[in-house]
């Protein structure tokens, strides 16, 4: 039975490594994260913009392949944070939003257009000056995401309106993970007790007056 088993686990590992090859050569996820930065850019919204992941190896993947995929992003203009350089998470912040963290550039530095962080990153900063966010992935605790979201929406910013991006599942593969409507059922639960004054994925606010 063992051995079986073995057998088992090695034809497992063969599909998924199968599986992998497919994916380096045609990633749909970050061919429509490239999609959304173009249509920003081709807008010419003049907001930066602040992208969340769940996984540092995420980040990485992204610092490897965005600047080759979008023309108008460049190693200059680009900070990546994650718990791989969190010593660097304070100076990059304050790169991509020195207005509202009141941070002079040195010499030697350029200011940040683009900022990809995982949630080391999403919750005691000041990042209003983004407009736009775009959470790569969604975390399955809606807090994080009221935390992520907060990190452009708060008072502060010069904007009118912030756009955030919810980057979902593919709709087969969240029959399996279930994520969003597990996500969507404790939002609804935060909405009905405490309230929220702005949504988290696309639903209406629902402030509560006590």
Same mark, same amino acid.
């Given at each position: 039975?063992?051995?079986?088993? @073995?057998?088992?686990?090695?034809?497992? @590992?063969?599909?998924?490594?199968?599986?992998?090859?497919?994916?380096?050569?045609?990633?749909?996820? &970050? +061919? =429509?994260? @490239?999609? &959304?930065?173009?249509?920003?850019? #081709?807008?010419? #919204?003049? =907001?930066k913009v602040l992208v969340f /992941?769940? *996984?540092?190896?995420?980040?990485?993947?992204?610092?490897?392949? $965005?600047?080759?995929?979008?023309?108008?992003?460049? #190693? #200059?203009?680009?900070? *990546?944070?994650? =718990?791989?350089?969190?010593?660097? /998470?304070?100076? $990059?912040?304050? +790169? *991509?939003?020195? !207005? /509202?963290?009141?941070?002079?550039?040195?010499?030697?530095?350029?200011?940040?257009?683009?900022?990809?962080? %995982?949630?080391?990153?999403?919750?005691?900063?000041?990042?209003?000056?983004?407009?736009?966010?775009?959470?790569?992935?969604?975390?399955? !605790?809606?807090?994080?995401? &009221?935390?992520?979201?907060?990190?452009?929406?708060?008072?502060?910013?010069?904007?009118?309106?912030?756009?955030?991006?919810?980057? +979902?599942?593919?709709?087969?593969?969240?029959?399996?993970? !279930?994520?969003?409507?597990?996500?969507?059922?404790? &939002?609804?639960?935060? +909405?009905?007790?405490?309230? %929220?004054?702005?949504?988290?994925?696309d639903e209406p606010e629902n402030?509560?007056?006590?």
């Amino acid at each position: 039975e063992l051995l079986e088993d @073995v057998k088992s686990e090695q034809e497992l @590992v063969r599909v998924i490594a199968e599986q992998l090859k497919i994916l380096k050569q045609d990633d749909s996820k &970050i +061919r =429509s994260l @490239v999609e &959304i930065l173009k249509g920003i850019e #081709a807008k010419k #919204a003049g =907001s930066k913009v602040l992208v969340f /992941s769940y *996984f540092s190896d995420t980040v990485a993947y992204l610092q490897e392949n $965005l600047e080759s995929m979008t023309p108008h992003i460049t #190693a #200059a203009n680009i900070g *990546f944070v994650s =718990s791989n350089n969190g010593s660097d /998470s304070e100076r $990059l912040a304050s +790169r *991509f939003s020195p !207005n /509202s963290k009141r941070y002079t550039l040195k010499g030697d530095e350029s200011e940040l257009q683009f900022l990809v962080a %995982t949630d080391v990153l999403s919750e005691g900063q000041n990042l209003q000056d983004a407009g736009i966010l775009i959470n790569y992935d969604l975390h399955w !605790n809606p807090v994080r995401m &009221i935390q992520r979201n907060g990190r452009v929406n708060r008072l502060g910013t010069k904007y009118k309106e912030v756009s955030i991006h919810n980057m +979902r599942p593919e709709r087969k593969l969240d029959s399996y993970l !279930n994520l969003v409507q597990r996500l969507q059922g404790k &939002i609804d639960m935060i +909405r009905n007790t405490i309230g %929220t004054d702005t949504p988290v994925l696309d639903e209406p606010e629902n402030a509560i007056e006590y």
